[in-house]
């Protein structure tokens, strides 16, 4: 059979042409060291498993912006036996999705919300109730097309 029968379909999930995010970095602050509770770096061993997200330190209560302009298309609670804590997900372009965890999200911040980069979408909540010794941070994910990305490859340091 001939080559040329072969049909190429492009993926519609990747479309061409469109720009990558422009990324912030959401707390204005380096990823957290190792502490007591681990390293903050995408890979860190977390037993066994790995951290598959970089977490960048921030004061209790400081404002969190977003990582990357997009819709807010989850906020959501990172434990099920702790519904005090919560994350937002913003869906961005090209195929990227980021999720900000231990962020209290700001009055206004819903599904469906339009973020632009740097935009505030809330405050850092305090980890140190739960973990001792902690280093207080934003946890942040990034996937494309559902596979999770080292943030530190992409978000500025400042
Ligand atoms: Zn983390």
Redesign the pocket.
């Known amino acids: 059979m001939h080559p040329s029968s072969e049909v190429y379909h492009e993926d519609a999930s990747d479309p061409v042409g469109e720009a990558d995010p422009e990324w912030v970095n959401p707390t204005d602050r380096a990823i957290r060291g190792c502490d007591d509770q681990g390293c903050?770096h995408f890979g860190?061993p977390r037993g066994i498993r790995t951290?598959r997200?970089?977490?960048y330190t921030a004061d209790s209560g400081q404002n969190v912006v977003a990582a990357a302009r997009g819709t807010v298309t989850r906020i959501g609670y990172p434990y099920a036996d702790d519904l005090s804590y919560r994350y937002v997900e913003i869906q961005g372009a090209n195929g990227y999705t980021v999720r900000e965890?231990y962020v209290s999200p700001a009055e206004g911040i819903a599904v469906g919300s339009q973020v632009s980069a740097g935009q505030a979408i809330g405050t850092a909540q305090n980890l140190t109730t739960r973990y001792t010794g902690i280093t207080n941070?934003v946890?942040?994910?990034i996937r494309r097309n559902g596979n999770y990305i080292n943030p530190a490859m992409l978000i500025p340091n400042p």
């Open positions: 903050g860190a951290h997200g970089a977490d965890l941070h946890h942040v994910e």
